[in-house]
């Protein structure tokens, strides 16, 4: 169905004739991010003995297109692709596409006028390791506003499910599909211009619901015995089991932004979550170098 | 014969001395305008106060290019009309709240149906609503005499009479209240050279640059 999904938008992003009529087919989209990311916790493993770290080059595009319905409301169609490649789990490298929906509208004409954002995204990640493949989907809703050109706020709600398959039963009565998961998160956005070409972002954010983690042979019993496992299974990259389970997690980042035109930028992130199901803990922070364009 | 030889004589005098007048009497004021930190302010807007204004209808245009208008910052005589044709292949929409002049243009590409007629001083604030980054100003001055600085922040008034005159300086981003931005000025027989000492805000304008895509928006 997503394959359908995927055709289909390029027909119609590739196919409609802009109009010379109050609401037509604008502007397109067409960006590109290449990303080399350190992550300290690539399994979200609870038990420090069993972290694996490791780092992630990533780059993605996405192509599409702005249909502008009046002078305060517009959507966006485009089509991501995306390619991750790991230096060691080179089992957890995948290749994503997929499509994403945005609606936003503008309370009004003027820059300090508050606007409200809604996302769809639906993609396909197909990971090396088979197991890991799956569809993910993410619903969102965003508010935000100028409050001067320095300062900008945004508060973004968003609702993300997994769809993947099920592996070996490995625990009788529990399902063997861990990768089917859902989960809520809200975040506040702070963005600030500290000169023309910086820009600082703040973000923190509550998760909750579903977290996926993989742990050695070893761990299996204490998160079996301590924890409630929604589903468990096999693992084939971190060599014991892939498990999920009901956890809520803080999450909190900074990024640096560095103008390098009107259209490029470089960003230096570093992003963690604190999290907590009824007993372990689980945490992990990544440290990312981005290279944006849009055009 | 001979008289008519004196008179022509006289005549071609007097239009000799007349020519020599006018060199004599007009002059150029060469401007040179900087920031705190010394250095070129360009986009300021110089000009000479006047008691006598001649009228000069002109034709101005602020274009829209990449998203951006260009100029930043244009100065126009009272009185004259700007038009804003839009050379994006995408649409624009531009408006202005400021008191001097408030207008929209609705969404639009190509050239607008009639170009805007600025008929009071003052500073007028334009963007456009649909791309939240692009920005900027006209200033309606009361003066046949007048210009905006360069990159370099240099420009030069021309044909300025022999007198006293005061000088004044305007920029979009003018930090406070406590700065010199008016000078008096006596215009002689040679160029005559003013500077300004500006203190402005950091930023021109708000973020433009693609923004990390975790927030996924465009």
């Known amino acids: 169905m997503l394959n359908n999904s995927f055709y289909l938008c390029v027909f119609i992003l590739l196919s409609l004739p802009t109009q010379a009529n109050n609401s037509q087919w604008v502007e397109w989209i067409a960006a590109a991010q290449v990303s080399v990311t350190n992550i300290d916790n690539l399994n979200i493993s609870a038990f420090n003995n069993d972290k694996v770290a490791d780092n992630r080059l990533a780059i993605s595009t996405s192509f599409g297109r702005f249909y502008q319905i009046s002078s305060t409301s517009r959507f966006h169609l485009a089509l991501d692709l995306s390619t991750d490649k790991h230096r060691d789990t080179e089992l957890l490298d995948e290749t994503a596409y997929g499509i994403n929906i945005g609606f936003r509208h503008k309370f009004g004409v003027g820059f300090k006028v508050p606007y409200m954002q809604i996302g769809l995204n639906s993609t396909s990640h197909d990971v090396k390791a088979d197991s890991w493949s799956r569809n993910i989907s993410n619903a969102s809703f965003e508010l935000g506003q100028h409050f001067s050109e320095r300062l900008s706020l945004a508060a973004k709600l968003n609702y993300s499910s997994s769809n993947g398959s099920s592996g070996p039963i490995v625990i009788e009565d529990i399902s063997g599909n861990p990768f089917d998961q859902n989960h809520w998160q809200a975040t506040v956005y702070v963005d600030y211009m500290l000169e023309q070409n910086w820009l600082l972002t703040l973000n923190l954010g509550y998760r909750d619901g579903d977290i996926l983690s993989a742990c050695d042979k070893n761990n299996v019993d204490i998160v079996w015995e301590k924890e409630n496992i929604t589903a468990i299974t096999k693992d084939d990259i971190f060599g014991g089991c892939v498990y999920s389970l009901k956890a809520s997690a803080v999450m909190y980042g900074a990024n640096i932004s560095y103008a390098l035109s009107n259209h490029t930028a470089l960003d230096l992130a570093i992003n963690a979550y604190s999290g907590q199901a009824d007993v372990l803990d689980y945490k992990g922070k990544n440290l990312m170098l981005v290279f944006n364009y849009s055009y | ?218």
């Open chain 2, 1 to 218: 014969m001979f008289i008519h030889f004196k008179t022509n004589t006289l005549r071609l005098g007097i239009v000799i001395l007349a020519l020599n007048a006018n060199v004599i009497l007009a002059s150029d004021l060469k401007i040179s305008v900087v920031d705190e930190k010394e250095q070129p302010l360009p986009w300021t807007v110089v000009y000479v106060k006047q008691n006598k204004v001649l009228n000069q209808k002109k034709q101005i245009i602020v274009d829209q290019v990449d998203k951006e208008f260009t100029p930043y910052v244009t100065a126009i005589q009272k009185g004259n009309a700007i038009n804003f044709p839009n050379n994006d292949n995408i649409r624009h929409q531009v408006y202005s709240f400021s008191k001097a002049k408030q207008f929209e243009i609705p969404l639009y590409s190509g050239n607008p149906l009639r170009p805007v007629t600025f008929d009071k001083t003052g500073v007028i604030a334009m963007a456009c609503n649909i791309h939240d980054w692009m920005s900027a100003y006209v200033y309606v001055v009361d003066s046949d005499k007048f210009i905006v600085t360069n990159e370099q922040g240099k420009g030069v008034i021309s044909g300025l009479n022999a007198g006293e005159y005061q000088v004044l300086a305007w920029h979009p981003k003018l930090k406070g209240e406590s700065v010199d931005t008016t000078q008096s000025i006596n215009i002689g027989a040679l160029d005559t050279q003013i500077k300004f000492a500006l203190e402005k805000k950091t930023l021109l304008k708000s973020w433009r640059a693609p923004k990390n895509n975790r927030r996924r928006g465009y």
